[in-house]
């Protein structure tokens, strides 16, 4: 059964940083993308960064890149989020996903393609 939990999510001021945690069970990421995507009231869900399942690659949106970094843990079965020089328009439910899809490279930032979700973890950016 896989399951996602998301955590690191909180209240941080325009310029600072937050890192997002994902613990994982249930799959491997030999087989499994994982992603984080985020989700801003009244937008539609939009992918962040994601990690290939066939080349183990990193892919970032235009939106963030440069901003924020992926990262994983093998050993804990965690993905990591780490996100700087966070602004105001960064506020939403960060949100991680995990699933075999049958696509490689950066279409692993395409939302559809996910079945497994967490709950998300809400990040607001504000002074």
């Known amino acids: 059964q896989v399951q996602l939990v998301e955590s690191g999510g909180g209240l941080v001021q325009p310029g600072g940083s937050l890192r997002l945690s994902c613990a994982f069970s249930?799959?491997?990421?030999?087989?499994?993308?994982i992603g984080w995507f985020r989700r801003a009231p009244g937008q539609e869900r939009e992918g962040i960064s994601c990690?290939?399942?066939?080349?183990?690659?990193?892919y970032y949106s235009d939106s963030m890149k440069g901003r924020v970094t992926i990262s994983r843990d093998n050993t804990n079965n965690t993905v990591y989020l780490q996100m700087n020089s966070l602004v105001p328009e960064d506020t939403a439910t960060y949100y991680c996903?995990?699933?075999?899809?049958?696509?490689?490279?950066?279409?692993?930032?395409?939302?559809?393609?996910?079945?497994?979700w967490g709950q998300g973890t809400e990040v607001t950016v504000s002074s």
């Open positions: 249930g799959f491997t990421l030999d087989y499994y993308a």
């Open positions: 996903a995990a699933d075999r899809i049958p696509v490689s490279g950066k279409s692993c930032l395409r939302p559809a393609w996910y079945d497994q």
């Open positions: 990690i290939s399942s066939n080349n183990f690659g990193t």
